[in-house]
């Protein structure tokens, strides 16, 4: 297929939220300025943590529109009803390319997009995960039936795209080797991501940015902070940003420890803002893909301490210092190291030149159009 050629692609997700929001945002403003006919499909607006305003401004940018279906989190028999409205409008948008994020935008892309295609339709159907279904355990009887579903659609898709090396390796374990083409593909960040943020004039010791829920770890932080106190760091002060639906059973937690006084919690806002808040962020997640927030506050200049979980340590390598485990003692132990010695620990950061030449915006979207051009050139 000529590289010049226009293509009309369409991005498939059910949450207009998080990390996977912004890779599917990036890649979509990055295709439609080089003159590619792009739109997306998503959940209708509504549910608590949606970055309706990201999605106001995508939309303003998409040649073929931002479009609102309603799609639920568990499967079930009203997925039937939204899947004939989504097939009606994707039939009516005439994609070369659709592209499913996450398990629910995966399924309906690839399973959707072979009925289009049975309409003598050209149209090529990626995939990538974003961690979804791959966060079940193998164990799982509800793993099993999604890990099931995973291999069969295999089957329906003509190349995935995964955020990470770490994803490649989970799907192969719990899914099986892919039986179609794959490719890693990194999330990227634009240039004007790797200015420095200039701190706000008290700024808290620690920062806690993402979704009020169990698998990022706001509890294991508060937990921490606790334990920091404890250690001679009586005024110790840490901000956590965000929402989700286990908000209510966080604060509880920080007063059950009694860290009214140490913590305040603030609403979504833009990470960049997030960051002149505090002087050191800290990422407790259980499980991650290659999560955006990391990459943003290493490329605002902020000190980082991470769990060393999914992807994380592709950003640091795998030696970080920066790095923990998932644990409430071994966060609390490198946070009091942090604030113990700023510039030293600074110094064990990942360095700026790599970063910017490994997770550029310019780069995930060139690995992406690669991958569609691929194939729809097989689809011929």
Same mark, same amino acid.
């Given at each position: 297929?000529?590289?010049?050629?226009?293509?009309?692609?369409?991005?498939?997700?059910?949450?207009?939220?998080?990390?996977?929001?912004?890779?599917?945002?990036?890649?979509?403003?990055?295709?439609?300025?080089?003159?590619?006919?792009?739109?997306?499909?998503?959940?209708?607006?509504?549910?608590?943590?949606?970055?309706?305003?990201?999605?106001?401004?995508?939309?303003?940018?998409?040649?073929?529109?931002?479009?609102?279906?309603?799609?639920?989190?568990?499967?079930?028999? %009203?997925?039937?009803?939204?899947?004939?409205?989504?097939?009606?409008?994707?039939?009516?948008?005439?994609?070369?390319?659709?592209?499913?994020? #996450?398990?629910?935008? #995966?399924? &309906?892309?690839?399973?959707?997009?072979?009925?289009?295609?049975?309409?003598?339709?050209?149209?090529?159907?990626?995939?990538?995960?974003?961690?979804?279904?791959?966060?079940? @355990?193998?164990?799982? %009887?509800?793993?099993?039936?999604?890990?099931?579903?995973?291999?069969?659609?295999?089957?329906?898709? @003509?190349?995935?795209?995964?955020?990470?090396? $770490?994803?490649?390796?989970?799907?192969?374990?719990?899914?099986?080797?892919?039986?179609?083409?794959?490719?890693?593909? &990194?999330?990227?960040?634009?240039?004007?991501?790797?200015?420095?943020?200039?701190?706000?004039?008290?700024?808290?010791?620690?920062?806690?940015?993402?979704?009020?829920?169990?698998?990022?770890?706001?509890?294991?932080?508060?937990?921490?902070?606790?334990?920091? %106190?404890? %250690?001679?760091?009586?005024?110790?002060?840490?901000?956590?940003?965000?929402?989700?639906?286990?908000?209510?059973?966080?604060?509880?937690?920080?007063?059950?420890? @009694?860290?009214?006084?140490?913590?305040?919690?603030?609403?979504?806002?833009?990470?960049?803002?997030?960051?002149?808040?505090?002087?050191?962020?800290?990422?407790?997640?259980?499980?991650?893909?290659?999560? $955006?927030?990391?990459?943003?506050?290493?490329?605002?200049?902020?000190?980082?301490?991470?769990?060393?979980?999914? #992807?994380?340590?592709?950003?640091?390598?795998?030696?970080?210092?920066?790095?923990?485990?998932?644990?409430?003692?071994?966060?609390?132990?490198?946070?009091?190291?942090?604030?113990?010695?700023?510039? #030293? &620990?600074?110094?064990?950061?990942p360095d700026r030149d790599t970063l910017t030449a490994r997770f550029s915006a310019r780069a995930?979207?060139?690995?992406?159009?690669?991958?569609?051009?691929?194939?729809?050139?097989?689809?011929?």
């Amino acid at each position: 297929m000529p590289n010049h050629e226009s293509l009309r692609i369409i991005h498939v997700l059910r949450a207009p939220m998080g990390g996977l929001f912004r890779h599917v945002r990036d890649l979509a403003e990055a295709h439609a300025a080089e003159g590619h006919m792009v739109g997306v499909i998503c959940d209708v607006p509504g549910t608590t943590g949606y970055n309706e305003e990201m999605a106001a401004g995508l939309a303003s940018s998409l040649p073929l529109g931002l479009h609102r279906v309603g799609m639920r989190r568990e499967i079930g028999i %009203r997925d039937l009803a939204g899947a004939g409205e989504l097939l009606r409008l994707i039939k009516s948008l005439q994609p070369d390319v659709l592209h499913g994020h #996450g398990a629910k935008g #995966g399924v &309906y892309a690839r399973a959707l997009g072979s009925l289009v295609r049975a309409g003598r339709s050209r149209v090529a159907r990626l995939y990538s995960p974003h961690g979804g279904s791959l966060h079940y @355990d193998r164990a799982s %009887r509800s793993g099993q039936v999604y890990f099931r579903i995973e291999r069969a659609l295999e089957r329906l898709t @003509d190349h995935i795209l995964f955020v990470a090396e $770490y994803e490649r390796r989970t799907y192969r374990e719990k899914v099986g080797e892919p039986r179609c083409s794959w490719t890693v593909n &990194y999330n990227g960040l634009r240039d004007t991501e790797f200015e420095p943020v200039k701190p706000v004039a008290t700024p808290a010791d620690f920062l806690f940015l993402g979704e009020m829920r169990m698998l990022k770890g706001p509890d294991l932080f508060l937990q921490a902070l606790d334990k920091v %106190r404890a %250690r001679g760091n009586p005024g110790v002060r840490a901000i956590m940003v965000g929402a989700g639906p286990d908000t209510s059973a966080i604060r509880s937690l920080a007063d059950s420890l @009694d860290l009214s006084g140490s913590v305040a919690f603030r609403p979504p806002m833009t990470a960049r803002e997030a960051f002149s808040m505090a002087r050191v962020f800290v990422m407790p997640s259980r499980a991650e893909a290659l999560p $955006y927030v990391t990459l943003e506050a290493l490329a605002a200049g902020m000190p980082v301490i991470a769990t060393a979980v999914g #992807g994380i340590p592709e950003i640091f390598g795998t030696d970080s210092l920066a790095l923990v485990a998932p644990d409430a003692d071994d966060l609390a132990e490198k946070m009091a190291a942090a604030i113990a010695d700023p510039a #030293g &620990y600074s110094a064990t950061m990942p360095d700026r030149d790599t970063l910017t030449a490994r997770f550029s915006a310019r780069a995930m979207a060139d690995t992406a159009m690669q991958a569609y051009r691929s194939a729809l050139a097989l689809r011929r």
